[in-house]
């Protein structure tokens, strides 16, 4: 049989721990579709390894997200030297003349 070896998926499970995931708190809630009653409030869970555990509250999807993903919140830097160049007088290979 060819198997992978035990450290291998040791270090694949250890590396979903502290996984975050948003389930909505209402009768015969499960992870569904985030779509489906983005109004209604959210429990935020946390894989610890062996179970979902819950960690936080979120009164709605778009507050849910704002957890669940926080560098999205977070405006782009621009990368250095990237500042937008403003165009040189002349005439340029694809100005029209």
Not at 9 to 28: K, N, Q, S, T, Y
Not at 59 to 82: C, F, V
Request: one cysteine or more.
């Amino acid at each position: 049989m060819d198997e992978e070896p035990l450290s291998a998926w040791a270090e694949r499970r250890h590396a979903r721990i502290g996984r975050l995931r948003a389930v909505p708190m209402f009768p015969g809630a499960g992870p569904r579709g985030s779509h489906l009653n983005p109004g209604a409030p959210r429990v935020i869970e946390r894989w610890n390894g062996h179970a979902w555990e819950p960690c936080a509250f979120a009164a709605n999807l778009a507050e849910a997200k704002r957890i669940l993903y926080p560098e999205a919140d977070a405006p782009p830097t621009p990368a250095p030297g990237s500042e937008k160049q403003p165009l040189a007088p002349g005439r340029g290979r694809h100005r029209k003349p």
